[in-house]
């Protein structure tokens, strides 16, 4: 069964940080693009960042620039989102997805397998 699956989520106080990590199940995480989203509760799903194929390139939504950060390591089969500096603000469910192409994308439509997720918690 093809999964990807999240972990290394908690609770955390403001100005902490967290690593996540996104671990491919049955498939080579190296073909695909991988995001990462969120979902507060009472709020939409939306995107937090997405690492190409490669690695070469990755985007963020403005919310998190300059605090969060995506990486690969494709010998693991694994994808990282490094978050520094977290705000209350940023208290969701955290899930990764992969899409099979190149060059990432926000759109979460475009996103074949998605993990159930993991709770990240931000407060004193």
């Known amino acids: 069964q093809l999964h990807v699956v999240e972990s290394g989520g908690g609770l955390v106080q403001p100005g902490g940080s967290l690593r996540l990590s996104c671990a491919a199940s049955g498939f080579s995480l190296d073909t695909y693009a991988v995001g990462w989203f969120r979902q507060a509760p009472g709020k939409e799903r939306e995107g937090v960042a997405c690492?190409?194929?490669?690695?070469?390139?990755?985007k963020y939504a403005d919310s998190v620039k300059g605090r969060f950060t995506i990486s690969r390591d494709n010998t693991k089969n694994t994808v990282y989102l490094q978050m520094n500096s977290l705000q209350t603000e940023d208290t969701a469910v955290y899930s990764c997805?992969?899409?099979?192409?190149?060059?990432?994308?926000?759109?979460?439509?475009?996103?074949?397998?998605w993990g159930q997720g993991t709770q990240v918690t931000v407060s004193s």
């Open positions: 997805a992969a899409a099979y192409r190149i060059i990432c994308t926000m759109n979460p439509v475009l996103y074949g397998y």
């Open positions: 690492i190409s194929r490669g690695g070469s390139s990755s």
